[in-house]
């Protein structure tokens, strides 16, 4: 392959660290002797075939960026159709630009653009992919996770403690929303670590079976606990892709939303929380118990902070081990940091076979990790429902044993 320039470019959310792969990347590029271009403004600005896109990057301009938050070069989400129309565009673009090494970073969604390209170049151009999601829910090995997730998670814990600390204060409970589409990694790293009340993520339940009672009862059940308990406060974290679960009846909820680039229902303005507030809270007190519930979603907070040190050093890999792979003559791949060496895990790896997809991480929830995180969670359990202690459930929940039993028990069968 021609020796040409090294073009990097950033596609998806914002997560922390993505300035740590493009200054390790740039600098070792620069050091064996390589020009580098960043690309502005993501993939769109290469679909318009805009050329001003191009940000030459010396080593001088990136030498300290890894310790901060967002991205130098921007980034931006484009929609499958405008893909498929101006992808001609696309290759032109870069060909132009004598780009002969592609650096992309992103979530699925970029790994997809990646792996296109790659093919549609047909050799042309070399391309390798660095996982970033807050979501932590890309297809990496031993369970290593993706940039970005872990300082999330560290500030997100901070926020939900600084709540915790209110909600005992002023006896109040509090719904927090946090971001993960597809899957509940964030939301139960999050709740897990600031010891929440309950986390609930959608991998707990079926696909298109999910009722917007049951969660509802879920939570009231859990307020009910603790009162039994003499306790008048409590966290719940809520994944937002437990929207994506819900059953079709339910599903009218999404009917007016907007959706992003990508065509997805954008559930971050759902406010599913807040929904499930006013039903847990109606519910309540229609039986005569006033209980004040606070809705709050976390997510945006999190996307662009500094990076924590693990991100810092875990990011000077991924992008060291990326322009290594390209010089090397690598292309078709993701970049990732397994058992303390950097390899490569092809593209063909991380797609599904039927849809041609890339590969979604889910929780596990039959792993031992869920099962601390579950146990650890005040819920309705199904020893709640024997003896004196469904009576007493009952008492504060201010109706009958009998009505007690039939309002909750379908919850732990």
């Not at 003499?230 to 079709?248: D, P, Q």
């Not at 429902?385 to 007493?392: E, I």
Request: with cysteine.
């Amino acid at each position: 392959m021609k020796k040409g320039i090294i073009g990097i470019v950033v596609g998806g959310g914002p997560a922390p660290g993505i300035n740590g792969v493009i200054s390790s990347s740039t600098i070792e590029a620069i050091t064996e002797g390589r020009d580098v271009i960043g690309i502005r403004g993501g993939f769109k600005s290469l679909f318009s075939g805009d050329l001003r896109c191009a940000l030459p990057l010396r080593i001088k301009d990136v030498s300290r960026i890894h310790t901060s938050g967002g991205s130098i070069l921007g980034t931006s989400r484009d929609s499958v159709d405008d893909a498929q129309t101006k992808f001609k565009t696309l290759l032109a673009t870069m060909r132009s630009l004598n780009i002969r090494h592609l650096i992309t970073i992103g979530g699925d969604g970029t790994a997809f653009m990646a792996r296109w390209i790659e093919q549609e170049a047909r050799g042309k151009i070399a391309v390798v992919h660095v996982p970033k999601t807050i979501d932590n829910d890309l297809y990496l090995p031993a369970g290593q996770s993706c940039f970005g997730y872990q300082t999330a998670r560290d500030w997100g814990v901070e926020i939900v403690k600084n709540i915790m600390e209110d909600a005992k204060t002023t006896g109040r409970w509090y719904f927090i929303t946090t971001m993960g589409r597809s899957s509940g990694h964030l939301a139960l790293g999050i709740g897990k670590a600031a010891g929440a009340t309950v986390t609930l993520i959608p991998e707990e339940f079926e696909h298109n079976k999910l009722g917007m009672k049951r969660v509802a009862d879920i939570l009231e059940g859990a307020i009910i606990k603790r009162l039994s308990m003499g306790k008048n406060h409590g966290v719940v974290v809520l994944a937002e892709g437990i929207s994506g679960r819900l059953n079709v009846s339910d599903s009218a909820l999404f009917g007016n939303m907007r959706r992003d680039e990508l065509g997805r229902i954008r559930f971050s303005e759902l406010q599913f929380g807040g929904i499930l507030r006013d039903e847990v809270r109606e519910s309540l007190e229609s039986r005569g118990i006033p209980m004040t519930i606070v809705h709050k979603t976390v997510g945006y907070e999190l996307r662009a902070a500094d990076p924590i040190p693990y991100d810092i050093e875990y990011t000077r890999n991924l992008g060291y081990g990326a322009v290594r792979f390209l010089l090397n003559g690598g292309s078709g791949a993701m970049i990732v940091f397994d058992e303390g060496k950097l390899r490569p895990v092809s593209f063909v790896e991380m797609t599904e076979r039927v849809t041609g997809n890339i590969k979604v991480r889910l929780v596990d929830v039959n792993s031992e990790n869920y099962e601390v995180g579950r146990n650890y969670m005040i819920r309705l359990e199904k020893k709640d429902f024997k003896g004196g202690t469904v009576s007493r459930l009952a008492k504060h929940a201010k109706l009958s044993t009998k009505e007690f039993k039939k309002r909750f028990s379908y919850l732990v069968e």
